[in-house]
C-alpha cells in the first residue's frame, strides 16, 4: 500500500457499491460512499434477489459475510415454475434440501446486511452527486447538490441506471428496452390469499404467452410481488388514457392486455394488495465499454444496466465490487488495479447483457413459452415436467 491511500469515493449504496465498501474496509482501505437517498430506510428496497453461486455469493465471500446470508437465505426460494396462459405447469423446477446454488434473500435484508458490516459513517446519506470536475492529474472534484465539493484520487460510479460518474467515461445513455412491468403485491399471501400463494409456489413463477408474462415471486413474510410484462410504448397508459394513479383503471387496462388467460392467473391482477407501480425496462447498449480514465471507474448498473430478464444484475454488481476492491488491495497502484478490473469487467458484463437479451427475447415471444421452456430445460439438463 501506498504510505498516503488514495482517497476513494463510491457513489451509491446500492449492493455494488455497499460489497466494494465492505472488502475494502474489512482489507484497511479507507473508503467513502455517499448516497442520494436521506437515509438507509428512505425507500423500500423492492423484491428479492437470487445470489449465484458464481457471482453474487463468490462476492458474499469476499466481503465475509457469507454465513450472514445463509442464516437469511430461503433456499426453497430457488423453486421455478413455467405455465401457459391456461396455468397448465409446463416445467417445475423444486431445489433439493441441499441445494445452495441460487438461494433467495429480500434486497432489504440484503442492504442492511451489507450496511451493518460497514464502519459507522461510511455511508453519507443525502448526498446527491451533481458533477465531476476532472482536475487534469486524475483527481475530481465532486460537486453535490447541496453545493459542497469535495475531492477524490478514485470515484467509483456504483450510482446505478443513470449514474452521474458514467457521462464522463462514455456517451451511452440506457435507452427502453420495449417492455414494461407494472408492479403488485400481496401481503400475507399463504392466510389472506391462498390459492394465488399455492400458484405461484415457494420460488418464481413466470407465466407466458404471445408476447405478454405474468412473473411473481415469494418474499419473506408470505409477500408476493408480482411483474404484469408486456411490449409496447413506454406510454402505455397515458396513449391508454389511464392514470397511473387510478389503481381501478390500471387493473382494468392490465386486466384487457391479459384478457383470455386463465382466471387463476388474473387474481394476480384482480385480488394485490395496495397499488400499481409502472416500471419500464431499460438497458444500456450491448456491449458497453470505455477507454480506461485515470481516476474513474464504473461498476454494477452504472457499467452495464441490462433487464431484470439476466437476473444477474445484483449479482453482477457486487461480484464487480468486491473484485474492484480486491484489484485495490492487491495492487501498489490504484490505476493498474482499475485496469486489471476493468479487463475482466467488460467481457463479462457484455456476455450477461446478451444473455438478458434472450431471455426478454424468449419469455415476451410471440410463440411464447416455448422459448423460456426451451432455456429452462436446458438449463436443468432436460428434466423439466
Ligand atoms: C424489476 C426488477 C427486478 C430485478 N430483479 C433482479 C433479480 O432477481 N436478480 C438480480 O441480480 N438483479 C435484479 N434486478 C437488477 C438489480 O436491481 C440491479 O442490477 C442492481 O440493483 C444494481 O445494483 P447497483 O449497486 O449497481 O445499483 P443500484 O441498486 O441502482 O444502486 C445505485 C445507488 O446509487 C444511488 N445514486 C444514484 N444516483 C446518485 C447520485 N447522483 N448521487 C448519489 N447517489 C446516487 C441510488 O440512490 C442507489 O442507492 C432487477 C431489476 C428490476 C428493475
Same mark, same amino acid.
Given at each position: 500500500?501506498?504510505?498516503?491511500?488514495?482517497?476513494?469515493?463510491?457513489?451509491?449504496?446500492?449492493?455494488?457499491?455497499?460489497?466494494?465498501?465492505?472488502?475494502?474496509?474489512?482489507?484497511?482501505?479507507?473508503?467513502?460512499?455517499?448516497?442520494?437517498?436521506?437515509?438507509?430506510?428512505?425507500?423500500?428496497?423492492?423484491?428479492?434477489?437470487?445470489?449465484?453461486?458464481?457471482?453474487?455469493?463468490?462476492?458474499?465471500?469476499?466481503?465475509?459475510?457469507?454465513?450472514?446470508?445463509?442464516?437469511?437465505?430461503?433456499?426453497?426460494?430457488?423453486?421455478?415454475?413455467?405455465?401457459?396462459?391456461?396455468?397448465?405447469?409446463?416445467?417445475?423446477?423444486?431445489?433439493?434440501?441441499?441445494?445452495?446454488?441460487?438461494?433467495?434473500?429480500?434486497?432489504?435484508?440484503?442492504?442492511?446486511?451489507?450496511?451493518?458490516?460497514?464502519?459507522?459513517?461510511?455511508?453519507?446519506?443525502?448526498?446527491?452527486?451533481?458533477?465531476?470536475?476532472?482536475?487534469?492529474?486524475?483527481?475530481?472534484?465532486?460537486?453535490?447538490?447541496?453545493?459542497?465539493?469535495?475531492?477524490?484520487?478514485?470515484?467509483?460510479?456504483?450510482?446505478?441506471?443513470?449514474?452521474?460518474?458514467?457521462?464522463?467515461?462514455?456517451?451511452?445513455?440506457?435507452?427502453?428496452?420495449?417492455?414494461?412491468?407494472?408492479?403488485?403485491?400481496?401481503?400475507?399471501?399463504?392466510?389472506?390469499?391462498? *390459492?394465488? +400463494?399455492?400458484? @405461484?409456489?415457494?420460488?418464481?413463477? &413466470?407465466?407466458?404467452? =404471445?408476447?405478454? %408474462?405474468?412473473? $411473481?415471486? !415469494?418474499?419473506?413474510?408470505?409477500?408476493?410481488?408480482?411483474?404484469?410484462?408486456?411490449?409496447?410504448?413506454?406510454?402505455?397508459?397515458?396513449?391508454?388514457?389511464?392514470?397511473?394513479?387510478?389503481?381501478?383503471?390500471?387493473?382494468?387496462?392490465?386486466?384487457?392486455?391479459?384478457?383470455?388467460?386463465?382466471?387463476?392467473?388474473?387474481?394476480?391482477?384482480?385480488?394485490?394488495?395496495?397499488?400499481?407501480?409502472?416500471?419500464?425496462?431499460?438497458?444500456?447498449?450491448?456491449?458497453?465499454?470505455?477507454?480506461?480514465?485515470?481516476?474513474?471507474?464504473?461498476?454494477?448498473?452504472?457499467?452495464?444496466?441490462?433487464?431484470?430478464?439476466?437476473?444477474?444484475?445484483?449479482?453482477?454488481?457486487?461480484?464487480?465490487?468486491?473484485?474492484?476492491?480486491?484489484?485495490?488491495?492487491?495492487?501498489?497502484?490504484? *490505476?493498474? +488495479?482499475?485496469? @486489471?478490473?476493468?479487463?475482466?469487467? &467488460?467481457?463479462?458484463? =457484455?456476455?450477461? %447483457?446478451?444473455? $438478458?437479451? !434472450?431471455?426478454?427475447?424468449?419469455?415476451?415471444?410471440?410463440?411464447?413459452?416455448?422459448?423460456?421452456?426451451?432455456?429452462?430445460?436446458?438449463?436443468?439438463?432436460?428434466?423439466?415436467?
Amino acid at each position: 500500500m501506498n504510505p498516503t491511500p488514495p482517497r476513494i469515493a463510491i457513489i451509491g449504496a446500492g449492493p455494488g457499491g455497499l460489497t466494494c465498501a465492505r472488502v475494502l474496509q474489512r482489507h484497511g482501505v479507507p473508503v467513502t460512499v455517499v448516497d442520494h437517498e436521506a437515509s438507509a430506510d428512505a425507500r423500500p428496497q423492492g423484491g428479492t434477489l437470487d445470489l449465484h453461486r458464481a457471482t453474487g455469493q463468490v462476492a458474499l465471500l469476499a466481503a465475509g459475510l457469507h454465513d450472514e446470508f445463509t442464516a437469511l437465505a430461503r433456499p426453497e426460494g430457488q423453486q421455478m415454475r413455467l405455465l401457459d396462459h391456461t396455468a397448465a405447469v409446463l416445467f417445475q423446477h423444486t431445489p433439493a434440501d441441499a441445494e445452495t446454488d441460487r438461494p433467495e434473500i429480500d434486497r432489504g435484508q440484503l442492504r442492511r446486511l451489507l450496511l451493518h458490516s460497514l464502519a459507522p459513517g461510511t455511508v453519507r446519506w443525502g448526498h446527491f452527486l451533481r458533477t465531476l470536475h476532472p482536475l487534469g492529474d486524475g483527481r475530481h472534484r465532486a460537486e453535490f447538490d447541496d453545493g459542497h465539493t469535495e475531492t477524490f484520487d478514485l470515484v467509483i460510479g456504483a450510482d446505478g441506471a443513470w449514474s452521474r460518474v458514467r457521462p464522463l467515461l462514455s456517451d451511452a445513455t440506457p435507452h427502453y428496452s420495449g417492455v414494461t412491468f407494472v408492479e403488485c403485491g400481496f401481503d400475507d399471501a399463504d392466510a389472506r390469499h391462498p *390459492d394465488v +400463494a399455492r400458484l @405461484v409456489g415457494d420460488g418464481t413463477m &413466470l407465466a407466458s404467452f =404471445a408476447g405478454r %408474462a405474468l412473473i $411473481a415471486q !415469494r418474499n419473506s413474510h408470505g409477500h408476493l410481488r408480482v411483474y404484469a410484462a408486456f411490449r409496447g410504448s413506454q406510454d402505455w397508459a397515458l396513449e391508454a388514457g389511464v392514470q397511473l394513479t387510478d389503481v381501478e383503471a390500471v387493473r382494468s387496462a392490465l386486466l384487457d392486455r391479459f384478457a383470455g388467460w386463465d382466471d387463476r392467473l388474473l387474481a394476480l391482477l384482480r385480488e394485490n394488495d395496495g397499488g400499481f407501480v409502472n416500471r419500464p425496462l431499460f438497458a444500456l447498449p450491448v456491449p458497453h465499454t470505455w477507454n480506461h480514465t485515470l481516476g474513474l471507474t464504473l461498476l454494477g448498473d452504472a457499467a452495464h444496466l441490462m433487464t431484470p430478464f439476466s437476473g444477474m444484475g445484483a449479482n453482477l454488481a457486487m461480484l464487480d465490487g468486491a473484485e474492484l476492491a480486491e484489484a485495490l488491495v492487491g495492487h501498489d497502484d490504484a *490505476d493498474e +488495479a482499475v485496469r @486489471v478490473y476493468e479487463a475482466a469487467l &467488460l467481457p463479462r458484463s =457484455a456476455e450477461a %447483457a446478451e444473455a $438478458a437479451a !434472450r431471455g426478454l427475447a424468449n419469455a415476451l415471444a410471440p410463440d411464447a413459452p416455448q422459448g423460456s421452456l426451451r432455456h429452462l430445460r436446458r438449463m436443468a439438463g432436460g428434466d423439466g415436467a
